[in-house]
């Protein structure tokens, strides 16, 4: 079983670059969710959806869009990215609804320098 | 909002010292309770949950027990081992207008052979 799939597992970007951080999941979960992971503050929501078509923004979207055109995929856009987006980002999924376990990624180790 | 406090870390004891975590919780009502743990390099995984008050949860030989009375859901281990060794996160699920879940800042556990 794969679960969450995140790629890639680290990068390294130039400030003002762009790139597309990949999130699968074969769990046909409607719920999937970014986070990032910074030392001393935990998790953070970038940005989530709800189902194929629909997306909002979480706790710090600034400079990451995303879309959801399937219900398996879930990619996270840096548009320019900038030293502060130097983070982990995780990608999550869960069952619509209710109190549900979320599944996470392993994970991608972003630098921008 | 929801909100979830967890004591602060780093936290390192020698092979099979007693563990506690403690975390507490602002939420309206009684949402279920959630232990996450992330091992280095990986994402986060569920490690126990308890859905209603008194409920204790276990898994791994870790327990811990849904305190309405004092908000309160910590994460206890008789004998922890190296293997323990990781970043423990509490959790409280969706509600209302936080479409996601709403995690503890993460305590970060080392344990000396």
């Known amino acids: 079983n794969a679960g969450v799939t995140q790629t890639p597992k680290f990068q390294v970007l130039k400030t003002g670059q762009s790139m597309t951080l990949q999130c699968a999941q074969d769990?046909?979960?409607?719920?999937m969710s970014w986070y990032r992971q910074d030392p001393g503050m935990g998790l953070r929501l970038i940005h989530y959806?709800?189902?194929?078509?629909?997306?909002d923004q979480g706790e710090v979207p600034n400079g990451y869009n995303v879309s959801r055109s399937t219900t398996e995929d879930f990619p996270l856009r840096l548009l320019s990215a900038a030293p502060s987006q130097t983070s982990v980002y995780f990608c999550?999924?869960?069952?619509?609804?209710?109190?549900?376990?979320?599944?996470f990624g392993q994970g991608t180790r972003l630098t921008v320098v | 909002g929801n909100s979830v406090t967890q004591m602060e870390g780093p936290v390192t004891l020698s092979e099979e010292a007693f563990l506690t975590i403690n975390c507490t919780y602002t939420?309206?009502?009684?949402?279920?309770l959630f232990w996450y743990v992330q091992y280095p390099g990986e994402g986060l995984q569920l490690l126990l949950k308890?859905?209603?008050?008194?409920d204790k949860g276990s898994n791994k030989g870790f327990e811990a027990t849904y305190r309405k009375e004092t908000t309160s859901f910590h994460l206890e281990k008789g004998s922890v081992q190296v293997s323990d060794s990781a970043v423990y996160f509490c959790?409280?699920?969706?509600?209302?207008?936080?479409?996601?879940?709403?995690f503890g800042s993460g305590t970060q556990l080392t344990v000396l052979p």
């Open positions: 959806s709800v189902g194929a078509g629909i997306t």
């Open positions: 769990m046909n979960h409607e719920y």
């Open positions: 959790a409280l699920p969706p509600s209302g207008s936080a479409r996601q879940l709403t």
């Open positions: 308890a859905t209603k008050a008194d």
């Open positions: 999550a999924s869960r069952t619509g609804g209710g109190e549900t376990e979320a599944f």
């Open positions: 939420a309206t009502g009684y949402p279920s």
